[in-house]
């Protein structure tokens, strides 16, 4: 009998399929297909749990998936564009090519050492020119749709390397990582993609996706964030008192409120906010304005903070009362959401009911609980419900929810508003002021403008001899011969744009180009993504849950908008797995963490420094947590299939999954527990006898029973919700069942080995594959059908019948299943136990339970 040895069955099987290209994406037009998909990799050089945990998750779903008779396309490349290599670049002085393509070689390697059935002939690497080809094709049809755009927008600046940063770049205090200065915030002219176009669909589509969790969804919901309402105008009284012809145009999602605005407020940076200051306030309006501009989104909007405002001096008018109300600018407003202005509504926002007291303003109710009639009371608070409308003209009595129709339709007849519907999401930026990503193709030129590079002159390519100091501009921006070039059109002296774009947009296409990897004149063939898509399973982080799978969904609308394809959704299904933690050991007085190799004694931890008892808890793997655990370590040490089982069966996917060596240990012991089973078995080599299911023992019977019990639960766990740590667990019975039957001459038995090996196939693919071909077959177990299920096995055709005299168990007999209350009282008369028992007594009453028992009364 061999011992079970990981490390060379896994190579040498790696080797084989490699081979045999069993993973090689097949065209058989006959076969449903199915598109496995795992998030791509970040190339950072190291393979971390992770990355194990996605891979593993999508390739058990891949192997299932062709032995049901899938053509399968499971494809992997690389996410290879960002700040890292260029952080490297600057830090290191290696070139980010350099540093990226080692990286990915590394990683590429530690990839196949998991066994991961990926078919390498479509891997795309995002860096690559013949990838990034297409990117900025994809760019070019995007402006030429008229959905890319320049505007001023607000970069982190480093005014003393005089850099672009990006925000990862910024620390939590606001501060470079290289040279400490504090960032500041500067316009610079940049690129967006306009995603709001697609807005609605985005939003509405989540409905066609029932393989998305409802979390997933509903983080996409809140990122686009509907509302609906009302646009309203507040003409602005000019220096006459008059009203002009100018007006502060607001969003609200209460129209219903109108009669209670007593104040308009303008976000700071609102072009009106200087045309409506009055003199006298104008020095405290640039004041507050300069003071605003450095403070961030999420401080000026946070719930928590005081409101700070001041009055610009001017006055505008309410159109529905006619009354005349102050212009106030406040830092809650954001000048980029709705009009960047608000209608002050103290009586009913909270916000404005704070500002409203903070400030004097006057609170006017316009709208009251349905069951009181207390207009003229103080607000302790606003009143946020709906209710019944009040102080509001013609509108008296009216439900607030029917009035915010009725107010529209007023504003409409009279010209100062119109029903709006707003998104929070805005416009892409796109513009990153870096080297490694992809060119934005496009020549400024003093004629013609904004001029994309002609489609036969793509890539434009990143020059390779560049200087990463950190500082000044980008290195793309220095590179004088690069920079400057003949326009495309009319050949004047022009300047190529320096920008690159955000590596999300890489991102935003891949899958696209997986199925057409290779293809040199078009991003990918329409007939064929037409046939691959959408993806029927894609895996990967929560952390992706937005903007990635946003992206991702706008670009697969706007190529089937231009391209013709014949899907709307990327991505059918999704699931977002778990977390992988590592015990962390952390010292609770100094807070700080021990790794766990430097503890002398791991049942009571103690810092090996300072003697402190150390707090032991989960978290997720990091580095700065010492808590990690090498996957490569493990795979030397177990090999992959037991790191495999062992992640599977730990956690259903989408739970945090907590490393726990002993379990790993389980996980080996049980895979060298199949490993004696089937070699045992195929050593005695038991004559091969016809399966005949018509004529079988009951231990034949019990076994059968387990093997398509098996089948069954094995089949529905990886159906869809994908149980894998159920699914291992039906693994273990069946070996266990297979352990304890004593029947290895049985066709049966043969039947119960080989469906063991074929349903753990797609899970531990290495062991597996070296059993099946101890059993005597030569073709790969990953290429067997999936196990049939025979129904007939799992009816149960006998029961255990409990014999009972007075109550007291006897005995028990098997009886069938179907058995009628007379037959069942028969067969337990006839019973040995009953023959004892009852010898020369006298039954006064038989008490039957059908399936479960027959009791017998008799005389004490
Ligand atoms: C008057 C009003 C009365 C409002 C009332 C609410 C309650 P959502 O749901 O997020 O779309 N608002 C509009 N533009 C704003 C901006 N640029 N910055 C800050 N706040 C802004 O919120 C829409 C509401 O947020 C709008 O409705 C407006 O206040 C405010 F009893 O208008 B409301
Ligand atoms: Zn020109």
Redesign the pocket.
């Known amino acids: 009998e061999s011992r079970y040895t990981p490390a060379s069955i896994e190579a040498k099987w790696q080797k084989i399929w490699d081979e045999q290209g069993l993973s090689v994406t097949p065209d058989d037009p006959d076969k449903p297909k199915f598109y496995a998909l795992s998030m791509f990799p970040y190339p950072s050089g190291n393979l971390h749990m992770g990355h194990v945990r996605v891979y593993t998750i999508t390739d058990v779903i891949a192997r299932q998936k062709r032995m049901q008779g899938y053509r399968v396309l499971n494809p992997m490349g690389w996410d290879a564009f960002g700040l890292p290599a260029e952080n490297a670049a600057i830090q290191r002085g290696v070139h980010p090519a350099k540093w990226t393509y080692q990286n990915i070689d590394q990683m590429r390697q530690q990839l196949q050492s998991l066994g991961i059935s990926f078919d390498w002939d479509k891997e795309v690497t995002t860096c690559s020119p013949d990838y990034y080809k297409w990117t900025q094709w994809i760019f070019l049809q995007f402006l030429n749709a008229g959905l890319a755009y320049q505007k001023e927008s607000a970069v982190n600046w480093d005014p003393v390397d005089q850099t672009v940063l990006a925000n990862e770049q910024v620390d939590n205090e606001g501060r470079s990582w290289r040279s400490g200065a504090k960032v500041e915030r500067k316009l610079l002219k940049q690129w967006f993609l306009k995603i709001t176009d697609y807005a609605e669909a985005l939003l509405s589509d989540l409905d066609s996706l029932p393989g998305w969790s409802d979390r997933v969804k509903l983080m996409q919901q809140n990122w686009i964030?509907k509302?609906t309402?009302a646009y309203l105008e507040f003409p602005i009284l000019d220096d006459q008192k008059h009203p002009s012809d100018e007006k502060i145009g607001?969003?609200?999602?209460?129209p219903d409120?109108a009669y209670g605005v007593t104040y308009v407020v303008l976000?700071p940076e609102h072009p009106l906010t200087l045309q409506v200051t009055t003199p006298d306030r104008r020095q405290a309006v640039e004041a507050f304005i300069e003071e605003v501009s450095q403070q961030s989104e999420i401080d000026r909007t946070a719930e928590d903070k005081p409101k700070r405002g001041i009055p610009t001096g001017g006055m505008a008018i309410n159109p529905f009362t006619g009354e005349e109300i102050p212009i106030w600018i406040a830092d809650?407003?954001?000048y980029e959401?709705?009009t960047?202005a608000?209608?002050g509504?103290p009586a009913?926002?909270s916000r404005?009911f704070q500002f409203a007291r903070e400030n004097n303003l006057p609170i006017k109710v316009v709208i009251v609980p349905d069951d009181g009639d207390n207009a003229d009371m103080e607000l302790r608070e606003a009143y946020?419900d709906p209710g019944v409308m009040v102080n509001s003209g013609r509108f008296d009595g009216t439900a607030s929810e029917k009035g915010k129709q009725a107010i529209i339709n007023y504003a409409e007849e009279e010209g100062f508003g119109k029903a709006r519907i707003?998104y929070?999401l805005r416009d892409w930026l796109i513009s990153r002021q870096r080297y490694w990503g992809a060119p934005i193709p496009v020549v400024h030129c003093p004629n013609c403008g904004a001029v994309p590079v002609p489609e036969d002159q793509l890539p434009v390519e990143l020059p390779e001899n560049v200087e990463f100091s950190g500082k000044g501009l980008s290195p793309l921006a220095q590179l004088e011969d690069w920079v400057n070039v003949p326009c495309p059109t009319c050949g004047t002296p022009a300047k190529r744009e320096t920008d690159t774009m955000d590596t999300f947009i890489d991102s935003s296409w891949y899958f696209l180009r997986y199925p057409d990897a290779k293809n040199e004149t078009a991003a990918f063939e329409i007939e064929t993504v037409n046939d691959w898509l959408p993806v029927d399973q894609y895996v990967g982080g929560i952390e992706h849950a937005i903007l990635h799978l946003l992206y991702s969904r706008f670009f697969t609308k706007f190529l089937r908008d231009r391209l013709n394809l014949n899907f709307n959704e990327p991505f059918q299904r999704l699931l977002t797995q778990g977390m992988v933690q590592g015990l962390t050991y952390k010292n609770p007085k100094t807070g700080k963490y021990v790794p766990a190799t430097e503890i002398p004694d791991l049942d009571h931890p103690t810092d090996p420094e300072t003697g402190d008892p150390l707090e032991a808890f989960y978290e997720k793997m990091s580095k700065s947590k010492l808590n990690g655990v090498d996957p490569l370590q493990v795979l030397e040490k177990y090999g992959a299939d037991t790191a495999r089982m062992f992640i599977l069966f730990k956690a259903p996917p989408e739970k945090d999954l907590e490393w726990d060596d002993a379990d790993v240990e389980g996980q080996y012991r049980f895979l060298n527990r199949v490993w004696r089973l089937v070699t045992q078995f195929a050593e005695d080599n038991p004559p091969r006898q016809p399966l005949e299911t018509g004529n079988l023992s009951k231990e034949e019977k019990d076994l059968r029973r387990a093997i398509h019990t098996a089948i069954l639960e094995v089949s529905e766990d990886l159906r869809d919700e994908y149980q894998f740590n159920t699914a291992v667990s039906e693994l273990m019975k069946l070996s266990n069942a297979l352990n304890d039957a004593d029947c290895q001459e049985s066709a049966v038995y043969r039947e119960g080995v080989e469906t063991l090996v074929k349903l753990m196939a797609p899970f531990a693919p290495h062991i597996t594959e070296e059993l099946w071909q101890m059993l005597g077959y030569s073709d790969s177990v990953h290429q067997q059908g999936w196990c049939e299920l025979d129904e007939t096995a799992l009816v149960l055709d006998e029961i255990t019948l409990v014999i009972q005299v007075n109550g007291k168990v006897r005995g028990n007999i098997q009886v069938p299943a179907d058995a009628d209350k007379a037959t069942l009282e028969r067969l337990a008369r006839e019973s040995e136990a009953a023959q004892r028992y009852l010898a020369d007594k006298e039954v006064k009453k038989v008490i039957v339970v059908p399936k479960r028992l027959v009791n017998f009364v008799v005389p004490k």
């Open positions: 964030g509302s309402g607001v969003f609200t999602t209460r409120t976000a809650y407003v954001l959401y709705g960047g608000v209608m509504v009913h926002d404005d946020t707003q929070r």
